[in-house]
Nanobody
Framework: QVQLVESGGGLVQTGGSLILSCATSGGTFRSAVMGWFRQAPGKEREFVAAINWSGGIRYADSVKGRFTISRDNAKNTVYLQMISLKPEDTAVYYC???????????????????WGQGTQVTVSS
């Protein structure tokens, strides 16, 4: 059974940095679109960043210039490097996969069919 397992969350101060990882087990990772979403308490889950099979990338406006998404197909892992973190970045961060092969970059939750359990990121002011 294919799974997504996130790691790397934690507590950081404003201006700090973190790197989130999402490892996949099985499946056709190389052709999948991989995305990161986040959900703060009382808010809807929102798009953060996504990368497709050919390296196409999109970011939410709120994280452009601060977050970087990348993937290592040899390790079946996608990363989210976060710098200059702000208190408003505090949320549970979810990794997601759209396993339709060779798709375009996706930005909405309903386009992803596999989700990780989430990892908490807390940015203190």
């Amino acid at each position: 059974q294919v799974q997504l397992v996130e790691s790397g969350g934690g507590l950081v101060q404003t201006g700090g940095s973190l790197i989130l990882s999402c490892a996949t087990s099985g499946g056709t990772f190389r052709s999948a679109v991989m995305g990161w979403f986040r959900q703060a308490p009382g808010k809807e889950r929102e798009f953060v960043a996504a990368i497709n099979w050919s390296g196409g990338i999109r970011y939410a406006d709120s994280v452009k210039g601060r977050f970087t998404i990348s993937r290592d197909n040899a390790k079946n892992t996608v990363y989210l490097q976060m710098i200059s973190l702000k208190p408003e970045d505090t949320a549970v961060y979810y990794c997601a996969a759209d396993r339709s092969p060779f798709g375009r970059v996706r930005v909405t939750t309903y386009e992803y069919d596999l989700w990780g359990q989430g990892t908490q990121v807390t940015v203190s002011s």
